[in-house]
């Protein structure tokens, strides 16, 4: 999709517009802590932005709230984020990946409550997370498909970000990396769901009865946990 600019809103900041060929529909939603814009190809300015405020109000309401600051922890099972200040190269973040901590050094010149560092420290820590997801996430998921006697094709990790995990036809499954961001029940219950189609590839009630029995009872209590999870990094 071709990338008209960057605009700059009177409520809403920097904007990222893009030309939606051969659409008549506009839309708008929030990226890396950035609204992006879809609009048709021939919308010029003006008309660009009148509807941005049209959208500012739905926006505004659903504007991401992250903040990080240092030092500071982020734990999960397997991996913990370490958030703190360094002088060595004060104008840089540094990143280290490894187990069982991940390292994030911000250098003291940089403005830790700023959006654009909030936004270089969470594509950061997603980096750090995809090189570290497959020794976290898939040994877990081969014991929980070995508890209920099930065999995928294969497992895969995934760069997804909003697909947290997936099951082919041929029974191959791949998790998001994203996964590492969650805690223990709310990883398994992506695992779960996705080791249920394996038998049902649908969202049919034999579906969710399966997965209910997978989850001992509790499937709609993980899915409403998950639904209002705060995620540690913004979600594209």
Not at 144 to 168: K, M, Q
Request: proline letters at 7%.
């Amino acid at each position: 999709m071709p990338v008209i600019g960057e605009i700059n809103h009177r409520q809403l900041g920097r904007v990222v517009v893009s030309a939606r060929p051969n659409s008549r529909r506009a839309t708008a939603r929030w990226r890396n802590g950035l609204v992006n814009l879809n609009v048709p190809r021939e919308l010029g300015l003006p008309d660009i932005n009148r509807l941005l405020d049209d959208f500012a109000p739905r926006l505004l309401a659903c504007r991401p709230t992250l903040r990080y600051s240092s030092p500071s922890r982020l734990s999960f099972p397997g991996v913990d984020f370490v958030i703190a200040r360094q002088s060595v190269a004060p104008s840089r973040i540094l990143a280290k990946a490894a187990l069982p901590v991940c390292s994030l050094e911000i250098g003291a010149d940089l403005d830790i409550e700023s959006g654009t560092t909030t936004r270089m420290i969470s594509t950061l820590l997603c980096r750090m997370a995809r090189k570290t997801a497959p020794q976290i996430l898939l040994p877990r998921a081969r014991q929980l498909a070995a508890r209920i006697g099930r065999n995928p094709a294969g497992w895969t990790i995934s760069t997804g970000f909003r697909t947290l995990g997936t099951c082919s036809c041929r029974g191959l499954i791949s998790l998001s990396y994203v996964l590492v961001f969650l805690p223990q029940e709310l990883r398994d219950y992506i695992v779960f769901h996705e080791l249920a189609h394996l038998s049902e590839m649908n969202h049919s009630p034999r579906f969710h009865s399966l997965l209910d029995s997978y989850l001992g009872g509790r499937e709609a209590e993980l899915v409403a946990r998950l639904r209002g999870y705060q995620w540690p990094v913004l979600r594209r």
